[in-house]
């Protein structure tokens, strides 16, 4: 079974620009999360999207949003980007239904954004 | 709220130490406790969780046991290899929210 797949695996940018991020979770996954990790912060939840709706939210500015297609897909996208947002960005995905005190995520590879 | 506390690195041993990384944790309830590891440039790769009190993970020579009394989860391996290097982190999934310790970085010298 394929894993979760991000795209792209890098990002140059400058201040000011918007950019979306791409992740496409396991087969059969519904739930997709983002996190933020830098050096400073550590690991930083964003948001999680189950069945295309937004079902948490971290404590980030409007500037980051997300969407969830009908296929479980998922997209980040970040506008009027500041120095601060260079960091690795990780996706995550889940089965993400029931309890989920037995739900694990498992990780992709992650987009490193740097931006100029 | 839901946290996790795991024990600040770096953390710097020679091949074949025996290694312990502390975790411990906050949450109501049951809550599913996890490893991942990261190796450089790379994602978050699971390495074991525990679903329950008592349980033991084990993956990779890696150990945890879920231990509610103390509520722990701390990482042990009887005899790291340079390979082994990498940052750890702890976790903990509850009520479909995961929650993530600050990682320890561990560094293992020939």
């Known amino acids: 079974k394929a894993g979760v797949t991000q795209t792209p695996r890098y990002l140059i940018k400058t201040r000011g620009q918007q950019v979306t991020l791409s992740c496409s979770p396991i087969?059969?996954?519904?739930?997709v999360s983002w996190y933020q990790q830098t050096p400073g912060q550590g690991l930083q939840f964003l948001f999680e999207?189950?069945?295309?709706?937004?079902?948490n939210k971290g404590n980030f500015p409007g500037r980051f949003s997300g969407r969830q297609f009908s296929n479980s897909r998922s997209e980040m996208n970040v506008s009027t980007l500041e120095l601060g947002d260079s960091a690795l960005y990780l996706c995550?995905?889940?089965?993400?239904?029931?309890?989920?005190?037995?739900?694990?995520?498992?990780f992709g590879p992650g987009t490193r954004l740097t931006v100029l | 709220g839901n946290s996790v506390t795991q024990m600040e690195g770096p953390v710097t041993l020679s091949e074949e130490a025996f290694l312990t990384i502390n975790c411990t944790y906050t949450a109501t309830g049951y809550p599913s406790l996890f490893w991942y590891v990261q190796y450089p440039g790379e994602g978050l790769q699971l390495l074991l969780k525990?679903?329950?009190?008592?349980d033991k993970g084990s993956n990779k020579g890696f150990e945890a046991t879920y231990r509610k009394e103390t509520t722990s989860f701390h990482l042990e391996k009887g005899s790291v290899q340079v390979s082994d290097s990498a940052v750890y982190f702890c976790?903990?999934?509850?009520?479909?929210?995961?929650?993530f310790g600050t990682g320890t970085s561990l560094t293992v010298i020939p």
């Open positions: 087969s059969g996954h519904r739930s």
């Open positions: 976790a903990l999934s509850h009520y479909n929210q995961f929650y």
């Open positions: 525990a679903t329950k009190a008592d």
């Open positions: 999207y189950f069945s295309e709706t937004q079902r």
């Open positions: 995550a995905s889940s089965l993400g239904a029931g309890g989920a005190s037995t739900d694990t995520q498992y």
